[in-house]
């Protein structure tokens, strides 16, 4: 709805992990070398922990990009399922026939036969595990068949569990400890740093943009100062107060998006609250009465930031 008056192509902010969009900040580069130097140099079992918005499915998906050609990759996104299913969404998608009668033996032999098959060519498999977290605890015997799967000297399948942070706690769980022994290389993937996000909005507005022409610095240096701190550098945050702030810009028939706009995004964006600095938190709490009070809160630190520094 704004596209065209701003000059962009599609939607800048929109909150579908798109790996065109992909911005290396340091900590989603930090996640991306570790995985592809691990990956490469034939680590069997890895980790990426990640808060809640923070990148883990578009930090996947621009691993996948990387790694086209270079190997053969699967993508589950979402585990919560039994153990068998997990294996037959490997053989799925993996494009691997199981001839009948399908059970757990099967499945198995005819997922080594392609293991197998891809290893005799050079071509190293990967599977990506995203959601994690959700993983049911019985499914997890599935992955520690599915990482026995080796030659006597590399194993046959590589795979990537990203999750967020109940991933850990659910591989310390004693029952299945046996598999946390097995990753070698892990990665906490937390928000972006605050000085970062004036680079990142811009290089979203780039990305989107209809030409060269277009103008990428719409967002005013406090008001990108003033989204890093609501947002908490969250990128999905950043994008949903980003959106909102263009949309009110649009509105008004502005061509920069400035602090007021931000104060007001922020004012009806559940989950930004969280956070704003800690004076303004203080003041919630002393005031707040339940989550119900999220609006009446936002306005409160909206109020308490008009006369301030956002
Ligand atoms: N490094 C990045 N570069 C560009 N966009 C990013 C980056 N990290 C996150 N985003 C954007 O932020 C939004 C949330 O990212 P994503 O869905 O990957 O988070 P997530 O960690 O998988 O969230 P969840 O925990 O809910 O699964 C998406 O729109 C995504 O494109
Ligand atoms: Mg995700």
């Known amino acids: 709805m704004y596209s065209r008056h701003f000059s962009l192509r599609e939607a800048p902010f929109s909150i579908t ?17 570790m995985l592809l130097v691990a990956l490469r140099s034939g680590e069997g079992f890895l980790k990426i922990v990640g808060e809640v918005g923070c990148g883990k499915t578009v930090l996947c998906r621009q691993l996948l990009n990387t790694l086209q050609g270079e190997c053969v990759t ?7 399922m ?11 998608e993996l494009s691997v026939d199981v001839a009948p009668p399908l059970n757990r033996h099967t499945v198995l032999n005819a997922l080594r036969g392609c293991l197998l098959k891809h290893a005799e060519t050079g071509r190293p498999v990967v599977v990506c595990i995203d959601e994690a977290q959700a993983i049911p605890l019985r499914t997890v ?6 990482s026995n799967l080796e030659t006597e000297k590399r194993k046959l399948l590589q795979i990537v569990l990203l999750g967020q ?44 943009a209809l030409s060269n ?6 967002f005013e240096a406090d008001a990108a100062q003033a989204i890093a701190r609501f ?18 810009a649009y509105g008004e028939n502005e061509h920069r998006v400035n602090v007021r706009h931000v104060r007001l995004a922020a004012a009806e964006t559940p989950g930004v609250l969280a956070a704003v600095p800690w004076w303004s938190r203080w003041k919630r709490v002393g005031r707040s009465k339940g989550a119900g009070d999220t609006k009446a809160s936002a306005r409160q630190v909206q109020d308490h930031h008009s006369g301030g520094s956002l």
Request: hydrophobic share 40%; with cysteine; aromatic share 6%.
């Open 74 to 80: 699967a993508y589950i996104p979402n585990p919560d």
């Open 82 to 92: 039994g153990p068998d299913d997990l294996l037959m969404a490997l053989t799925h």
């Open 141 to 146: 015997e599935s992955l520690r068949l599915l």
């Open 17 to 33: 992990p798109d790996s065109a969009f992909f911005y290396p900040h340091e900590g989603a580069q930090a996640a991306l070398n």
């Open 165 to 208: 942070p109940e991933l850990d706690e659910k591989l310390s769980r004693p029952e299945i400890r046996q598999l946390l022994q097995r990753i070698t290389f892990s990665e906490y993937l937390g928000p972006m740093m605050a000085q970062r996000v004036p680079a990142y909005l811009a290089h979203r507005m780039a990305t989107a």
């Open 213 to 218: 022409a277009t103008d990428t610095k719409v």
């Open 231 to 248: 947002s908490g550098g969250v990128p999905r945050l950043i994008n949903v107060l980003a959106h909102k702030c263009l949309m009110l």
